[in-house]
């Protein structure tokens, strides 16, 4: 193995705007995506082998909601979807132009938070979002229509908690959301109910630990689950 090392050339365009990064992804075209710590958003192109920079600010054509840059996805047509730490950004790599998302006090259908820490597209093309402190939020690209599902503590059946870091639709179409605080829940869309897994220390088959990080399924249909504190876990659905 070799490993090729990109960092920031002061002075120099076409290099990494910062070397703190927090998220990457490959888009359909190849290119990648590189989400930084108050650097903005960089594109690395392979062919070049130079990056091209989106940030937030006066002057920046771009526009991104903010440059701390948490999550990056990729929706049907394209676009790419940006969750920062200032709100949501749609940005067309075509054009450069970007649609930003963010909280309206005194309007229900903005962004609950704009805290932004996980986005997932489900096979309806609808976008999932997850903030610290404004709930689950559900996005119909084609209305723009923002639902947002919160915790209530009067609801057992609502959100287990405001802070959401991890999304994930499976294979049978069925919604797990990872919370920080609240544990694993999954959600029954028709209904709007959330079904919670969380961690009880009398049972050692339950949740490790109820500040869920990272979920991924396997190509056997398993979940696994990252958490905090309380490690790796393996979910096996019966």
């Known amino acids: 193995y070799r490993f090729s090392v990109f960092r920031p050339t002061p002075g120099k365009a076409g290099g990494l705007s910062h070397n703190n990064l927090t998220c990457l992804y490959l888009d359909r075209h190849g290119h ?28 920046s054509r771009e526009g991104l909601c903010h440059d701390l840059v948490w999550t ?41 938070h704009d805290d932004v820490r996980a ?16 709930g689950l939020n559900r996005l119909d690209p084609a209305t723009g229509k923002i639902t947002v599902y919160r915790h209530d503590s009067a609801d057992p059946d609502s959100l287990a908690a405001d802070a959401v870091f991890a999304i994930l639709e499976d294979r049978h179409g069925r919604l ?10 999954r959600l029954a869309r028709t209904s709007g109910r959330f079904r919670h897994h969380v961690h009880r220390p009398d049972d050692r088959n339950s949740l490790s630990d109820n500040r869920v990080t990272a979920l991924l399924e396997d190509r056997f249909g398993r979940l696994w689950v ?7 876990q393996l979910l096996e659905p019966r």
């Open 32 to 59: 990648l995506w590189i989400g930084t710590f108050n650097g903005g958003v960089n594109r690395y192109n392979p062919e070049t082998g130079r990056f091209q920079y989106y940030r937030a600010g006066p002057g």
């Open 176 to 185: 797990w959301v990872g919370t920080s605080g609240g544990g694993l829940d």
């Open 72 to 112: 990056i996805g990729e929706d049907p047509a394209g676009n790419i979807w940006i969750g920062t730490a200032g709100g949501l950004t749609r940005l067309n790599p075509a054009t450069g132009e970007c649609v930003s998302y963010r909280h309206e006090p005194g309007r229900p259908a903005s962004l609950g």
């Open 119 to 134: 986005i997932c597209f489900d096979r309806q093309g609808v976008l999932w979002i997850g903030t610290r402190g404004g």
């Open 226 to 232: 990252g958490t905090e504190a309380g490690g790796l």
